[in-house]
């Protein structure tokens, strides 16, 4: 039995299945083929780093970290922390209705705040992990403020996009070979581009057979 993995690839235009053995970043750059994205968002996993000319880390993935401290830790610091990105999520929710002077003073303000959190000690194991993600991810996560509307906190869409394929594998166990695996992200890659265009997967099916 061999293990592959399932890549998800979104723009406002398209949909990208990829299966591969690797979960090296040669597999994102033989994709994406030289082309660097304006604004690159995706979770903290390090092969998914460095692909854009701007880099958005996904806050959803944060959040359940930060979720997780909070029940684990008796440190402060986690449910501070939550405060915080609580106020991060409703800024995102509204970017596009504020000035841009307002989106700059917000953005200080989130950055002073974090900064001040982070430098607190702690003697919590679980706290002090959640202090190196939030350190290590903190130049990525107010990218969205720079460019209001433009990009998501979120990197869901690829998850909801991955969600028919991870039932799939639970249903049936898996494929049985890789060009299986393979067929089955191309026609995931057409009907889900189809989708952002406004057709059904059915209509697609058709005009691909007709």
Same mark, same amino acid.
């Given at each position: 039995m061999r293990t592959a993995h399932h890549w998800v690839f979104m723009s406002e235009h398209a949909v990208v299945h990829e299966v591969h053995l690797s979960r090296a970043a040669q597999v994102v750059r033989d994709v994406m083929g030289g082309h660097r994205p304006k604004i690159w968002l995706s979770d903290g996993y390090s092969a998914q780093q460095n692909h854009g000319q701007q880099h958005q880390t996904c806050l959803a993935h944060l959040a359940r970290d930060i979720a997780y401290g909070v029940d684990a830790s008796q440190d402060r610091l986690p449910f501070q922390l939550k405060l915080w990105m609580d106020r991060v999520f409703a800024l995102a929710h509204d970017v596009t209705s504020y000035a841009a002077s307002t989106i700059k +003073? %917000? %953005? +200080?303000?989130l950055e002073r705040n974090l900064a001040e959190l982070l430098s607190a000690p702690s003697n919590c194991l679980f706290a002090e992990d959640l202090r190196g993600k939030l350190a290590r991810a903190s130049? %990525?996560?107010?990218t969205f403020l720079d460019f209001p509307g433009e990009v998501e906190v979120t990197n869901n869409g690829c998850e909801r996009a991955l969600r028919p394929s991870v039932t799939q594998r639970k249903v049936t166990n898996g494929f049985r070979s890789m060009w299986a695996a393979r067929g089955d992200c191309m026609v995931r890659t057409v009907a889900d581009t189809a989708k952002i265009r406004g057709q059904t997967p059915w209509e697609t099916i058709n005009l691909t057979l007709a």
């Open positions: +003073r %917000k %953005k +200080r303000e130049p %990525k996560m107010l």
